[in-house]
């Protein structure tokens, strides 16, 4: 079965950074179509970032120039490097393998000061 673990949330400051790995299995990898979603308490899920087989990368205005999605296929990990961050980045982030149905728990992210 497909399993998505995310990590490496958590509080920070605005204007700090942060870097989100998601761990995958259950898919082939290399060639799965990656992506970022995240959601805030009382908001839809939004699509953040994606990245194809072949490292294309597509972000959401919000955060486009301040985020950066990546993926290393040797560890079948898609990251997002965060800087920059605002309080309006606060939610939840979740990985998706998008041509399959499975989200992981998520990882928190808490910007404030």
């Known amino acids: 079965q497909v399993q998505l673990v995310e990590s490496g949330g958590g509080l920070v400051q605005p204007g700090g950074s942060l870097r989100l790995s998601c761990v995958a299995s259950?898919?082939?990898?290399?060639?799965?179509?990656m992506a970022w979603y995240r959601q805030a308490a009382g908001n839809q899920r939004e699509l953040v970032a994606t990245?194809?087989?072949?490292?294309?990368?597509s972000y959401a205005d919000s955060v486009k120039g301040r985020f950066t999605i990546s993926r290393d296929n040797a560890k079948n990990t898609v990251y997002l490097r965060m800087n920059s961050l605002k309080p309006e980045d606060t939610a939840v982030y979740y990985c998706?393998?998008?041509?399959?149905?499975?989200w992981g728990q998520g990882t928190q992210v808490a910007v404030s000061s």
């Open positions: 998706r393998a998008m041509r399959y149905s499975s």
């Open positions: 259950g898919i082939i990898f290399s060639i799965a179509p």
């Open positions: 990245i194809t087989q072949n490292s294309g990368t």
